[in-house]
């Protein structure tokens, strides 16, 4: 299940944001959003799940003759 | 009398969710509008000019107009020195800050239609959003 962790500092009021279980690109979408709301992050590093592709794996089919 | 300070660094990026922050640490009554003037403790014009102002009656009676400046980054805070250091113990922009850290989280929560689980270690906050 996708989860997105978020810290908030509260001498500083600084949010951290770690998007997990999201591989690939689509979690660009979660970031996009918060930059939307907080602007430019001071540090955005991807994580080595970032890197993973999404393989959609086709099912092989067998069929028996009577 | 105290002198207005601007915060360049400090940015809130959506005006909804300011609006929403400043009400949750307890300054719901707000003015809005384009280059509103600000006015210090005594009722005396300041040169400064703001498009979200907290009126000095909703504050203290020795506290200066809160004002935010649109920019194009964002809404920027100029907070007289004497609120600076006296607001909500000092703390008024971290305050502020920290309520609009936690608006975010609850605004993507609703975008993305998770659910949060929050919890407090320490001095941090910590916020699941499952989905």
């Known amino acids: ?66 | 009398m105290s002198k207005y300070l601007t915060f360049p660094d400090v940015l809130f990026k959506d005006r909804r969710l300011l609006l929403a922050a400043l009400t949750d640490i307890g300054f719901p009554i707000v003015e809005e509008g384009r280059e509103l003037p600000l006015y210090g403790y005594q009722g005396d014009r300041r040169s400064e000019a703001a498009d979200i102002v907290v009126r000095r009656q909703h504050i203290g009676r020795a506290s200066n107009d809160l004002g935010f400046v649109r920019t194009p980054d964002g809404y920027v805070p100029i907070v007289s020195e004497f609120d600076r250091r006296t607001l909500l113990g000092g703390d008024f922009l971290v305050r502020l800050r920290t309520a609009y850290s936690e608006q975010v989280v609850q605004e993507v929560r609703r975008r993305v239609h998770g659910t949060a689980i929050r919890r407090l270690e320490g001095q941090t906050i910590k916020i699941a959003v499952r989905y």
């Open chain 1, 1 to 66: 299940m996708p989860e997105i962790d978020f810290s908030i500092d509260t001498t500083t009021g600084e949010l951290r944001m770690h998007v997990q279980g999201i591989p690939g690109h689509a979690c660009d979408d979660v970031a996009k959003l918060a930059k939307q709301l907080l602007g430019q992050p001071a540090h955005e590093q991807p994580t080595a799940e970032y890197h993973l592709q999404t393989h959609v794996r086709p099912q092989a089919r067998t069929q028996t003759r009577r």
